[in-house]
């Protein structure tokens, strides 16, 4: 399992009503921006806060929300993570 895939594993369990893991979240966090798969100018340990934040609250949505599809919501909330914690792009798109 790569480091990308642990921050996801951790997001999955808290989704399933695991009990919250701050510091393993961070370190899950730490090792992807040391690959360079998360944006290096992130706070590790507030972006673990808010990943389980965001978790929680997804969760606590298709509980509330039983006409929300539950695998609908689950994706959107990993679009938008993805995009917020993947490194912004270095430089101009290239000419066509």
Same mark, same amino acid.
């Given at each position: +399992?790569?480091?990308w895939? $642990? =921050?996801? /594993?951790? *997001? &999955?369990?808290?989704?399933?009503?695991? !009990?919250?893991?701050?510091p393993?979240?961070? @370190? !899950?966090?730490? @090792?992807?921006?040391?690959?360079? *798969?998360?944006? %290096?100018?992130?706070?590790?340990?507030?972006? $673990? %806060?808010?990943?389980?934040?965001? $978790?929680?609250?997804?969760?606590r949505?298709?509980e /509330? !929300?039983?006409?929300? &599809?539950?695998? /609908?919501? =689950? $994706?959107? +909330?990993? +679009? =938008? @993570? /993805?995009?917020?914690?993947?490194?912004? %792009? +270095?430089?101009?798109?290239?000419? %066509?």
């Amino acid at each position: +399992m790569d480091e990308w895939d $642990a =921050i996801w /594993t951790e *997001v &999955d369990r808290l989704l399933a009503g695991g !009990h919250e893991d701050v510091p393993a979240l961070t @370190a !899950h966090v730490e @090792a992807a921006q040391a690959a360079h *798969v998360v944006d %290096r100018e992130l706070r590790a340990e507030a972006t $673990a %806060r808010w990943l389980v934040a965001l $978790a929680d609250a997804c969760r606590r949505l298709t509980e /509330t !929300h039983p006409d929300y &599809d539950p695998d /609908t919501e =689950i $994706a959107t +909330m990993r +679009m =938008i @993570a /993805t995009r917020w914690l993947r490194p912004a %792009r +270095m430089g101009p798109l290239p000419a %066509r």
